[in-house]
């Protein structure tokens, strides 16, 4: 029987073997929403890089780029990271070079793994009937904010691990993610506009909540090969 597994921070990673096992990376707000959006409206693949300098250099390549900090889009970019700025019009048939302040950086910290996917609640039913066919042991990894444990990304492994029937939970994370998304699930909106996000994205005018917390509005199973995330 596979086992499910679940990290609340990157920090906490390496308490983890993430080898031989499939990995999820969970950035709700925004950047696996972003990811999720930008293949689902025809983007050819995502590059994620550590830097916004790094970002840049694919731009000699024909890349679009994408950068946030903070929460706010980088000067001199083409989108943040708002999915709504992964327009068709704009990423159809394109690579973009992506960056964020949190989701970017917990999929480069999980490269020891042996697949890497990655979730919202944008791709929430595909995936796990995905990840069921796999049957592959699996560790969702919830990017949460600067190594912080958040709520929404827990509240989505929570709602993907009461999804994988017949897959072994091995720790109490895992029981805690199911117990909030069981808790939450039929107030899903009231409970993310609480989050500390979600108040983040007040003080700076962000409306991104609907679009990320639009279930299965992007039935897409992206996966990280090489060094760029293809829709598989
Ligand atoms: C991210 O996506 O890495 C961050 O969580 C912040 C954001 O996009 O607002």
Redesign the pocket.
């Known amino acids: 029987m596979p086992t499910i597994e679940t990290v609340f921070s990157p920090a906490l990673i390496q308490h983890h073997a993430l080898e031989n096992r499939s990995v999820v990376i969970i ?8 990811i999720c959006y930008a293949l689902f409206e025809g983007a050819r693949s995502l590059m994620p890089v550590s830097t916004p300098e790094d970002c840049l250099r694919y731009r000699t390549l024909g890349c679009l780029c994408a950068a ?5 889009k980088l000067d001199g970019f083409d989108m ?3 999915p709504l700025e992964f327009s068709r019009d704009l990423v159809q048939g394109r690579d973009i070079a992506i960056t ?7 999929l480069l910290e999980s490269r020891s793994a042996n697949r890497i996917f990655i979730g919202s609640f944008l791709n929430l039913d595909l995936l796990a009937h995905y990840l069921m066919m796999e049957n592959q042991d699996i560790t969702l990894v919830c ?3 600067k190594n912080k444990v ?1 709520l929404e990304d827990s509240l989505f492994a929570g709602a993907l691990a009461s999804k994988l029937n017949d897959f072994e939970i091995r720790c109490d994370s895992t029981l805690m993610a199911i117990e909030l998304w069981e808790n939450s699930k039929d107030r899903l909106y009231e409970v993310v506009d609480r989050s500390s ?1 979600a108040r ?2 007040k003080r ?1 005018g ?1 409306d ?1 909540l609907p679009v990320c917390l639009d279930l299965n509005r992007c039935p897409v199973v992206p996966e990280y090969l090489g060094d760029r995330i293809v829709a598989v």
């Open positions: 950035d709700v707000l925004r950047a696996t929403s972003s946030e900090r903070n929460g706010l943040g990271n708002s964020t302040t949190n989701g970017t950086y917990a990017a949460g904010w958040n996000h983040r994205f700076l962000v991104d």
